[in-house]
């Protein structure tokens, strides 16, 4: 029977298409077996988290959290208004004090030398002692003479520093007496400038030991609680083993090894924790909780009509208005608390609906707590979309110019050079970006940050050197390769027709160019960029070395220069976490769960990019 080999040939690639439809499938079914736990696995933590009690116990914590940051704010206020006035008299002390050690230091070897012969038992020889006290005050004089004194000193007080310095030895106790005087002169004007400003001190210092009764009692409560949550994650993983023993028992042969999984099994038997009886002794204290929170927001309000809203520099001026802006909602926030441990149900049923809100709206990307850990979305994709965005703004115009030049203006030698070249750089290992990133492109924006007249630009100066503008400036450079080739594939797709008509109706080349070819080719430029921006999406190497790894909600508050904080990604979670989870553990399945939402976005992008294809194209005769 002969061969067709035209069915042959068709049959191999159909194959081929099969298998890698087959792959698909095959991945997204091992997403979802791995991932498809999660929300039973989580809702079951959540259910001991709020039986436990730590729900009660957070609903004053998180509100609390807010303190330390507000405290810190203060704290500096003080210090920022404090400091000029003992700038000059404590750098004049701490110079005096350095030059001190610096001159003991030098000579270390001749001062342990008498040291020890003093310490010896018998006395050593006064002559040899007299020896070693010549050679420790010549080698002391000889270290203050070539001293390098800061000029904070004039010339009088430098001659006193080098003459009371040559003096120094281990069998002199006392300080030497210009040092003492500057010591006296910084406390004076410490005392001084503390006095000034005695308004803000006292209200920084209330607002600061406020919560301290508070936070006693929250400890004492917290343990409790605690204690009940690690009863009952033990009680769940002996159980977890009885039931596994049981039905091993149940498939085994041999009689011995039956019995023996049987007994085992049995011995592993224990009784869940008594939630209620456990925390009847928390709910005891309710009232008296609701009291310390009562307190605390009493005297942080106080606090705040004592607290200037002015200072005399523009840094004090700054953070005490923030405090201001803050403190009122921070107390809103505590208040609220009250109503919220009043309503409290440990019984309350938590819903699947809470358990999906959990993960997709939540802020807080917590593992590896003692206390609870909580796998909240919202910080991951709030990090990948924002430093995508930041690669698809740098690449697309780019990308773009470059291939409109490439393909309509460039010669052929131009073309030969720039395609290769802009090509070549997909061939670049994403770590060795990552690792330019971090030793280049990092210092070289902070760096420029840090120009005076620069100042002003939107988060300048830079905080931190890794951060998701770094990371999209790099991954912008990896996208334009891909872009780069879709666009210009799109434009030459543009019929000809359209090219001659144009030239026919006596348009230039630059009018051919941006009012025919491009509009044109439009649909494949926006492929293009859909395209690209799946591709940022997806990498991992670079946002993980240079984003920063910081899980938390980019602060959008302060403007554009909220990109160059850190953040982390959706990749970069499950590249960072996944081979330290154990297997089928919450954890495990919430970093599967990331990775069904980044495949279900990126297949979304793709889809996306297909449907604008097929929108602007023509249709076919």
Known sequence: MAWDMQKLIRSFFASNASVTIIVLLLIMVFLMREGAGFLGTYKHELEIYRKAGLELCDLVDRPLAQHQDLSSKLRRAVTTSIDPLIQSTRARRDAAFYIKREIEQSTTLPREALTQALEKTPALDPAKLDQLRRQVASETAAAAATAAISNLFSAEEVARLRREMSLLSPEVTEMPSFLTELSAAFRVMDKEAKQKYTQLIEASDLFEEAPDSLRAMLSELKEDVLFTKEAAMEYFTLEEGRQKLLKAAEVATDLKEKADLLAEAEASKTEEPNYQENLAPVLERREELQEHITQYADSITEALKTLPKTGDVPEATKLLAEVHEHMPLHVQAMRKSLTEIKEWQAEKPVSIITVVGAFFFGSAWLTNSSWQDFFGFVPLLAGS??????????????????????????????????????????????????????????????????????????????????????????????????????????????????????????????????????????SGIAAAVLLGLGRVIGETMVVLLVAGNRIAIPDFGVGPGFIFQPAHTLTG?????????????????????????????????????????????????
Request: glycine share 6%.
């Open 573 to 621: 979670i499950i590249a960072q976490e996944l081979g330290e989870v154990s297997r089928g553990s919450a954890h495990w399945q919430a970093l599967f769960m990331v990775g069904i939402v980044l495949f279900a976005i990126s297949l979304l992008v793709n889809g996306c990019a297909r449907a604008v294809v097929r929108r602007f194209e023509t249709p076919k005769a």
């Open 385 to 522: 979309v924002v430093i995508a965005l930041i690669a698809i703004v740098i690449a697309t115009p780019l990308s773009v110019a470059a291939a409109i030049y490439t393909n309509q203006f460039a010669s052929d030698r131009e073309k030969e050079f720039i395609k290769p070249v802009i090509e070549f750089i997909q061939a670049i290992p994403s770590v060795v970006l990552g690792f330019i990133g971090i030793s280049l492109l990092g210092d070289l924006i902070k760096d420029m940050s840090e120009i005076p007249w620069l100042s002003g630009l939107p988060g300048f100066p830079i905080q931190e050197r890794l951060n998701m503008f770094n990371a999209g400036c790099l991954l912008a450079l990896m996208a334009i390769p891909t872009m780069f080739s879709l666009a210009e594939d799109a434009l030459n797709n543009v019929p000809q027709a359209y090219i001659d008509a144009s030239d026919a109706l006596g348009a230039t080349k630059l009018q051919t160019v941006f009012r025919v070819i491009v509009p044109a080719a439009l």
